[in-house]
């Protein structure tokens, strides 16, 4: 049984597909529960971020696994299909790694996908979906992020979401950030990155929508800004220069209608998935939208200092995705290894056992049969085991007879007295 990654992300999908390829974060214990329910998929982790929805998993058929991804969204299979890419094994293995060390991240080293796949892998031991293979996969992906970030590069100079959106703001907004008016659409991470990384900048002003208000207070106490509630957002975005939001709403929040009135230039990135602001938004003459993806024209700019510290980050996976196969090979063998010997038991007992019914059918004495059933299965049990001790002892293999003193629980056995 293979272990298999099916998803899309970035690179194979637009936004306006990708938000259409969401896992609802409320009802991922529901997906789980309909995962592990299906005898063919042993193991489960599901992680829907704005740039890529993924499915990991234990299971036995491909395709299977394509079919149910598929039928999640209320898009036609074959215009999914051709978008999903799926991996297996060590494929996969190196995958799920590159995407914990940010590798497969819009931006190059980006720290917070591998805190989004955490949570991920949290609620899904939680659902009972993750098993024994998993947690030992899940806490080596995780050993080798803290590596890459130790021993490379990739982590100097961290780089987000947030730092690149400040980046592209600075180029596109038509006042200086310290002149302007910003407004921050909901209190998540990535709004609180985006809060820490503009009060450097020191706006004119910052104000804070939210759904939740206590939520939104407790950032803008600990890091500067004005929080607002909910309500107040059509009002606020006719008094700001710049709008970011990033909410886990799964409708528009911003739409044409809330800016009629409204004539002065106006930014708005929309880093959601699914997208915050309506896309008819980008008409308006006055309005310059933008979404998470037009982000990658300054994500290239980043690029040519981290492409050293990216290859010796993907030496570090491809050494520890080879030793994860083969510490799972290991437990194939282990497996085959149990059956043949469960065989070649269950064969000497069924042997001594035909024999006894033959000796009972025959009349003999119930317990002489018994007797004799017990005394010849135990000796048959001892032979192999008993003349390779002995020889091992003979040859000095003394570790031989340790592991076998652990393997059969004997207890450390007393010297005799003469």
């Given at each position: 049984?293979?272990?298999?990654?099916c998803?899309?992300?970035?690179?194979?999908?637009?936004?306006?597909?990708?938000?259409k390829v969401?896992f609802?974060?409320?009802?991922?214990?529901?997906?789980?529960?309909d995962?592990?329910?299906?005898?063919?998929?042993?193991?489960?982790?599901l992680?829907?971020?704005?740039?890529?929805?993924?499915?990991y998993c234990h299971?036995?058929?491909?395709?299977?696994?394509?079919?149910?991804?598929?039928?999640?969204?209320?898009?036609?299979?074959?215009?999914?299909?051709?978008?999903?890419?799926?991996?297996?094994?060590?494929d996969?293995?190196?995958?799920?790694?590159?995407?914990?060390?940010?590798?497969?991240?819009l931006?190059l080293?980006?720290?917070?996908?591998?805190?989004?796949?955490k949570?991920?892998?949290s609620?899904?031991?939680?659902?009972?979906?993750?098993?024994?293979?998993?947690h030992r996969?899940?806490?080596?992906?995780?050993?080798?992020?803290?590596e890459v970030?130790t021993?490379?590069?990739?982590g100097?100079?961290?780089v987000s979401?947030?730092?690149?959106?400040?980046?592209?703001?600075?180029?596109?907004?038509?006042k200086?950030?310290?002149?302007?008016?910003?407004l921050?659409?909901?209190?998540?991470?990535?709004?609180?990155?985006?809060?820490?990384?503009l009060?450097?900048?020191?706006?004119?002003?910052?104000?804070?929508?939210?759904?939740d208000?206590?939520?939104a207070?407790s950032?803008?106490?600990k890091?500067?800004?004005?929080?607002y509630?909910?309500?107040?957002?059509?009002?606020?975005?006719?008094k700001?220069d710049i709008?970011?939001?990033?909410?886990?709403?799964?409708?528009?929040?911003?739409?044409?209608?809330?800016?009629?009135?409204?004539?002065?230039?106006?930014v708005?990135?929309?880093l959601a998935?699914p997208?915050?602001?309506?896309?008819?938004?980008?008409?308006?003459?006055?309005?310059?939208?933008?979404t998470?993806?037009?982000?990658?024209?300054?994500?290239?700019?980043?690029l040519?200092?981290?492409?050293?510290a990216?290859d010796?980050?993907?030496?570090?996976?491809l050494?520890?995705?080879?030793d994860?196969m083969?510490?799972?090979t290991?437990?194939?063998?282990?497996?085959?290894?149990?059956?043949?010997?469960?065989?070649?038991?269950?064969e000497?007992?069924?042997?001594?056992?035909?024999?006894?019914?033959?000796q009972?059918n025959?009349?003999?004495d119930?317990?002489?049969?018994?007797?004799?059933?017990?005394?010849?299965?135990?000796?048959k049990?001892?032979?192999?085991?008993?003349?390779?001790?002995?020889q091992?002892?003979?040859?000095?293999?003394?570790e031989?007879l340790?592991?076998?003193?652990?393997?059969?629980s004997?207890?450390e056995?007393?010297a005799?007295?003469?």
């Amino acid at each position: 049984m293979p272990i298999i990654v099916c998803g899309i992300n970035h690179k194979t999908a637009p936004i306006a597909l990708r938000e259409k390829v969401v896992f609802a974060a409320e009802k991922i214990p529901l997906y789980l529960s309909d995962l592990i329910n299906n005898e063919t998929i042993a193991e489960a982790v599901l992680l829907s971020t704005c740039n890529r929805t993924e499915l990991y998993c234990h299971a036995e058929n491909t395709q299977q696994v394509k079919d149910w991804f598929c039928r999640q969204h209320d898009l036609p299979q074959d215009e999914l299909q051709p978008l999903l890419y799926c991996y297996l094994d060590e494929d996969a293995v190196r995958h799920m790694m590159r995407v914990a060390c940010g590798l497969d991240s819009l931006v190059l080293g980006e720290q917070q996908i591998l805190g989004q796949m955490k949570d991920s892998f949290s609620e899904s031991c939680a659902a009972g979906s993750v098993g024994g293979l998993f947690h030992r996969l899940f806490q080596q992906i995780f050993s080798v992020a803290k590596e890459v970030r130790t021993t490379t590069s990739i982590g100097a100079c961290p780089v987000s979401i947030a730092s690149t959106t400040v980046n592209l703001l600075k180029q596109v907004s038509q006042k200086p950030l310290t002149n302007a008016s910003i407004l921050l659409v909901g209190a998540g991470n990535t709004s609180e990155l985006m809060l820490r990384h503009l009060i450097t900048h020191a706006p004119k002003r910052i104000a804070m929508v939210s759904r939740d208000p206590e939520k939104a207070k407790s950032l803008t106490d600990k890091c500067g800004g004005e929080p607002y509630a909910f309500g107040e957002l059509p009002h606020l975005l006719n008094k700001v220069d710049i709008v970011v939001s990033a909410t886990a709403s799964p409708i528009p929040i911003i739409t044409q209608a809330m800016l009629h009135d409204r004539r002065e230039p106006l930014v708005l990135v929309d880093l959601a998935v699914p997208r915050d602001i309506e896309e008819t938004v980008s008409r308006l003459s006055f309005v310059r939208l933008f979404t998470i993806d037009d982000l990658k024209s300054i994500v290239q700019q980043h690029l040519r200092g981290r492409e050293h510290a990216a290859d010796k980050a993907q030496e570090v996976i491809l050494k520890k995705s080879a030793d994860f196969m083969l510490w799972m090979t290991s437990l194939d063998k282990v497996a085959l290894t149990i059956r043949a010997y469960r065989k070649q038991i269950e064969e000497l007992r069924d042997e001594q056992l035909t024999k006894s019914l033959r000796q009972l059918n025959q009349g003999e004495d119930p317990v002489r049969v018994l007797a004799s059933f017990a005394h010849a299965l135990t000796n048959k049990l001892l032979h192999s085991p008993t003349v390779q001790l002995r020889q091992a002892g003979f040859e000095g293999r003394f570790e031989l007879l340790a592991l076998a003193q652990q393997l059969f629980s004997i207890p450390e056995p007393e010297a005799e007295l003469s």
